[in-house]
């Protein structure tokens, strides 16, 4: 993990269900002052995933519609500028080079298929190619899988990615807080994966036994 909190993350979404665990994580990581820069990518399967579960409308103002921000006033622009999307086309984007100083990647959900390719050095698009400078240039990629039962090619991507570096954290909520809301769950569990790669929430539930 990073020796400072991470200032600049990629964040990416791919076509598993999950998107509400998507929403939380943003919806921290605008609030939090540390971080400065957000690279945005998701899949075209997420796009239609995200449409499906957070009832988005077209792909105008994508960030805006996810967090549940209006694009239209000045105050609102000004909270997205954080948050800047990238297009999975674009394999030339500044995240698709290890110049780039981008301290961490978080990928969530993330589907089977995408742990595939990234587990096999396979680099078509912008969401692949980014995890692969992370795991090439030793930097903090989490991959919050998403799918049940698994499979032994499953199985076996889980642990070739895990062995190249990256951190396996199934999307997996706990329930021992007691969430009372499907966002209470989806919160903690994006604060879970925040305190992983060193942006600890100061609201997140914290055992005391």
């Known amino acids: 993990m990073p ?10 979404t791919t076509g598993a269900s999950g998107s509400i665990f998507l929403r939380q994580l943003l919806l921290a990581l605008q609030r939090d002052q540390r971080v400065k820069t957000v690279n945005f990518i998701a899949s075209d399967s ?7 579960e957070l009832s988005l409308k077209g792909r105008s103002n994508l960030v805006g519609q996810i967090l ?3 694009g239209g006033r000045s105050s609102s622009k000004n909270s997205l500028q954080k948050i800047k999307e990238q297009s ?6 500044n ?6 100083p981008a301290d961490a990647m978080i990928v969530i959900p993330c589907s089977v298929g995408t742990l595939a390719r990234i587990s096999n050095g396979v680099a078509s698009n912008l969401i692949e190619r980014a995890a692969d400078v992370c795991l090439k240039e030793k930097r903090p990629l989490v991959l919050c899988v ?9 199985i076996r991507n889980l642990y070739r990615a895990a062995d190249a570096g ?3 954290f199934p999307l997996i909520p706990a329930y021992y807080y007691r969430p009372t809301t499907l966002d209470d769950m989806a919160r903690e569990f994006a604060y879970r994966v925040l305190s992983h790669v060193g942006l600890p929430q ?8």
């Open 95 to 100: 995240v698709a080079s290890g110049s780039y």
């Open 46 to 52: 997420a796009l239609r995933v995200l449409a499906e």
């Open 88 to 93: 999975n086309a674009d394999i030339g984007a």
């Open 202 to 209: 100061p609201s997140a539930f914290r055992w005391k036994g």
């Open 146 to 154: 998403r799918e049940t039962p698994l499979n032994k090619i499953h």
């Open 3 to 12: 020796n400072h909190p991470p200032q600049n993350l990629t964040v990416a």
């Open 68 to 70: 549940g921000i209006s």
């Open 166 to 168: 990256a951190t396996i």
